[in-house]
């Protein structure tokens, strides 16, 4: 006699590796790298521990390929954000401030914050948010130094445009500054040449 599903129980999609690392990304976003164990993702995706070593050697493998992707993914955004046309440099430094100082994707800023604070802990993320951060400065850099800025003045923007970047998806502005546009902008001017 067949097994037949009761109808309120959903289908069992199985699950594959993808299905683990965005588990493992929604994990990491919300308690860090130290809250990615095996047990707790098996849990989440309410399945058992065996499922996640069928996909995985283990959990630096897990890591590894979060690392992996985590790097791909913004390396592919930096460059896209940073394309320009010859002439069109200095509006792609604006366009760069305007997107990465604008309200952002809290869950891609909380991301971002539990990889560097991974990479204080561990050599392989160090050195992953180190070639994404030379990727950025570079990048910034020579779109300086389109603009007809010396190598080290294009370098020292490029700090100093991370920085706001940063630093303004740390704090709340809105909270400081009523004008924030205002304020974006009057920055904005300051880094661009």
Avoid at 69 to 88: E, F, N, S
Avoid at 133 to 154: H, I, M, Q, Y
Avoid at 172 to 177: D, G, L, N, P, V
Wanted: charged letters at 30%; hydrophobic letters at 45%.
């Amino acid at each position: 006699m067949a097994m037949t599903r009761r109808r309120s129980e959903p289908a069992r999609i199985p699950l594959n590796r993808d299905a683990w690392i965005r588990a493992a990304v929604e994990v990491l976003a919300e308690d860090g790298v130290g809250g990615l164990r095996v047990e707790v993702l098996a849990k989440r995706l309410k399945v058992t521990k065996g499922s996640f070593y069928w996909h995985f050697r283990d959990r630096r493998a897990l890591l590894d390929e979060l690392l992996a992707q985590w790097k791909a993914g913004r390396i592919q955004d930096i460059l896209k954000q940073t394309a320009a046309q010859p002439g069109g440099e200095l509006e792609r430094i604006h366009h760069v401030i305007d997107v990465y100082a604008s309200a952002r994707n809290r869950k891609g800023i909380r991301i971002e914050l539990a990889v560097r604070d991974w990479a204080r802990r561990d050599a392989k993320a160090a050195a992953v948010v180190a070639e994404v951060d030379a990727t950025r400065l570079d990048c910034a850099r020579r779109l300086f130094v389109a603009c007809g800025l010396s190598d080290p003045e294009a370098s020292a923007r490029s700090m100093l445009l991370y920085a706001y970047v940063f630093g303004r998806s740390l704090m709340s502005y809105e909270r400081f500054a009523p004008e924030l546009e205002r304020l974006k902008g009057w920055i904005a001017g300051r880094i661009a040449p």
